[in-house]
């Protein structure tokens, strides 16, 4: 029964950590993505 209980918490911590390295992997996108739309428009102001 421990076996069952020690799975599950590495299943579960396993995902906790997927999602907090997509979620930092989707955050660097997201910030690369405001930088590349900002340059162009930054010398025409």
């Given at each position: 029964?421990?076996?069952?209980?020690?799975?599950?918490?590495?299943?579960?911590?396993?995902?906790?950590?997927?999602?907090i390295?997509?979620a930092?992997?989707?955050?660097?996108?997201?910030?690369?993505?405001?930088?590349?739309w900002?340059i162009?428009?930054?010398?025409a102001?």
């Amino acid at each position: 029964m421990r076996n069952l209980y020690f799975g599950i918490g590495a299943l579960a911590g396993a995902l906790v950590l997927l999602t907090i390295w997509l979620a930092e992997h989707e955050r660097q996108a997201s910030i690369d993505r405001l930088q590349q739309w900002e340059i162009p428009h930054a010398p025409a102001r």
